[in-house]
């Protein structure tokens, strides 16, 4: 592996000729794996279960973000996401969001975090850049 600059993720084969996979990100180590119908033991979350996570934790840490600066009472934020991945062979990829705000807010409060956690900067980019991907050697 090489020195990692602060918008690396690295990954490498934990055990040779196993799927389990260990990832780096700056001083965190994670694991990956995937399922047995795929020939592992789920052992860790999948690349999926990590892309949906990213959403999920952006949500979140949004809304912290936005009550922070906004002098928001929020206590606590749950997000639950929920994959249906039953057409992504055919470019259709849903994911279901559902955000919960705690803590002695007022409605229109809680309307503002739902219109910040509307626009978190994963949930951007998912849904309206143009990402590109160069694999190489």
């Not at 020195?3 to 965190?28: F, K």
């Not at 952006?58 to 002098?71: P, S």
């Not at 249906?84 to 705690?102: I, M, N, P, Q, T």
Request: with cysteine; aromatic share 6%.
């Amino acid at each position: 592996m090489t020195t990692q600059t602060p918008n690396t993720v690295d990954c490498q084969t934990e055990r040779a000729g196993e799927y389990p996979q260990v990832l780096t990100v700056r001083e965190h180590t994670l694991r990956a794996d995937v399922g047995p119908a795929s020939g592992s033991t789920d052992s860790a979350p999948g690349a999926h279960d990590y892309f949906d996570a990213a959403l999920a934790a952006c949500k979140t840490l949004t809304a912290t973000w936005y009550a922070k600066r906004n002098g928001i009472p929020l206590e606590r934020v749950e997000s639950h996401v929920e994959r249906d991945d039953s057409e992504e062979r055919a470019g259709k990829y849903r994911l279901r969001v559902r955000v919960v705000f705690h803590g002695p807010m007022s409605d229109e409060q809680r309307a503002k975090l739902h219109r910040a956690v509307a626009a978190c900067p994963i949930h951007k980019l998912m849904t309206t850049s143009d990402v590109e991907i160069e694999t190489v050697s």
